[in-house]
């Protein structure tokens, strides 16, 4: 069935560093995207014309143009347009916080205009001042809602950084089919294996955060 | 920008659009059907088979379409089961469709209020009309925001389709790339035709969830 090819020499190792590299990509997007995310989604609660028309173009880009797009733009694009020479590895990172910085704004605006007037008006009644109202009552509520939603941007992200093999970074499906080609003659049904495995190591990256991202979601349920 | 260049692609393009569209809207086609079915197996908890769709469910959204493609394509013709790139694609699309769609439908099932059935049941209509002209109703206008997310999210994903060899938008530009390098007009191409082939599910998407949103009944 192919799955004895991962058993010789350090084959199992290299595919699981593969892995590591898809992660560390989306580990590094999240980062930035949750980051840059926060800021731009508390600029577009302002109501500031210019920043609305600014977040909608974003925001329906984001929305319309697959990410591969994006990354061949990024990759391909930049060289031939800007003359700048990126590495696979930082247009993945830039194409990916571009996406997740999108999505976690969306969410960030989400969250802050679910809250109620009425949490600000009772805190100005119980005589907080501004300081104390959004760090006692609404920051509070509002990480309560993002968190599940953030880790849930975790696990698309890792989805995501699969492609990052169509524009050459050596991750776990480009090495599994280095692997796969290297014992073509001695087992030819490796595909079915190798990419089996793939498939599981995917699965056991994302369930286990999805998991928890349901969780959370259900115990900070109001 | 050479715009003789352009001229010189278009027909390349647009047979690569319509493959893409083609493929595209069979595999939502495909996961619309996975979706109800699973969503109404989970819904009615319909022992065994709720168990397979949860399997199912969770395996299919927990791994990446790119992934799900190598596999179908190049893995299972080991065990003798041998699929041409465009059913492939098809198949890979509807199965990972399937389980966001069912995920959608069953949250849309799960959300209708429980004095709905109570009301419902008060007046003394029967199990199936209960279903049909009560739940049923409401649970299709609550899951359109999330069904028309995932019809987006689906037709943007068409564009790995491209890894398995398919010759779509992608693989064209690719392709044009690779032999002629000319990669700013190949890539404005590219934009051009996903905003032809999205902003109008998008745009319409928005006026239905919209529409959707009025129709709520109840608070």
């Known amino acids: 069935m192919g799955f004895e090819v991962l058993l010789k020499g350090n084959n199992m190792l290299r595919l699981l560093g593969g892995l590591g590299v898809a992660l560390y990509i989306s580990l590094i997007s999240v980062a930035i995207s949750i980051f840059l995310g926060i800021i731009l989604g508390a600029l577009m609660t302002l109501k500031n014309p210019v920043i609305n028309v600014f977040s909608r173009v974003y925001l329906e880009i984001v929305r319309i143009m697959p990410q591969m797009v994006l990354l061949f733009i990024v990759y391909f694009g930049a060289t031939k347009v800007l003359g700048l020479n990126l590495s696979a590895e930082v247009s993945a990172v830039i194409v990916f916080s571009f996406w997740g910085t999108a999505e976690m704004s969306d969410l960030v605006r989400g969250a802050l205009s679910g809250i109620d007037t009425i949490q600000y008006e009772s805190s100005a009644a119980l005589g907080m001042n501004t300081a104390q109202t959004y760090f006692h009552v609404i920051i509070p509520q509002i990480i309560r809602r993002l968190i599940p939603l953030s880790i849930n941007l975790i696990t698309r992200m890792i989805k995501t950084t699969s492609l990052v093999m169509m524009i050459g970074i050596v991750e776990v499906l480009k090495v599994g089919q280095q692997i796969i080609e290297a014992n073509r003659k001695s087992s030819p049904n490796a595909a079915f294996g190798v990419f089996a495995t793939i498939f599981l190591l995917y699965f056991l990256a994302c369930y286990p955060i999805s998991l928890l991202s349901k969780y959370l979601e259900k115990k900070w349920e109001n | ?219």
């Open chain 2, 1 to 219: 920008m050479d715009f003789n260049v352009i001229k010189d692609y278009l027909p390349l393009y647009i047979k690569a659009f319509m493959l893409t569209i083609k493929i595209g809207w069979i595999g939502i086609a495909l996961s619309l059907g996975i979706g109800v079915i699973s969503a109404f197996i989970l819904h009615f908890k319909i022992p065994f088979f709720s168990a397979v769709v949860k399997v199912y469910v969770e395996l299919f959204r927990n791994t990446p379409l790119l992934v799900q493609l190598f596999f179908v394509y190049f893995g299972l013709p080991k065990l003798g089961i041998s699929i041409s790139a465009e059913a492939c694609g098809a198949i890979g699309l509807g199965l990972l469709g399937g389980s966001y769609m069912a995920e959608s439908f069953r949250s849309g099932l799960g959300a209708v209020k429980l004095s709905q059935t109570e009301s419902a049941l008060a007046l003394g209509m029967k199990k199936r009309q209960l279903f049909t002209s009560v739940i049923l109703p409401q649970a299709i206008t609550l899951s359109v925001p999330a069904v028309v997310a995932n019809l987006i999210f689906l037709l943007k994903e068409t564009s790995v389709f491209s890894a398995i060899s398919l010759m779509d938008l992608m693989f064209t530009a690719k392709d044009l790339i690779g032999l002629y390098y000319n990669t700013t007009e190949c890539l404005f191409m590219l934009v051009i035709f996903y905003v032809i082939m999205l902003l109008p599910v998008s745009v319409l998407g928005s006026i239905v969830e919209k529409k959707a949103r009025f129709k709520m009944f109840g608070d």
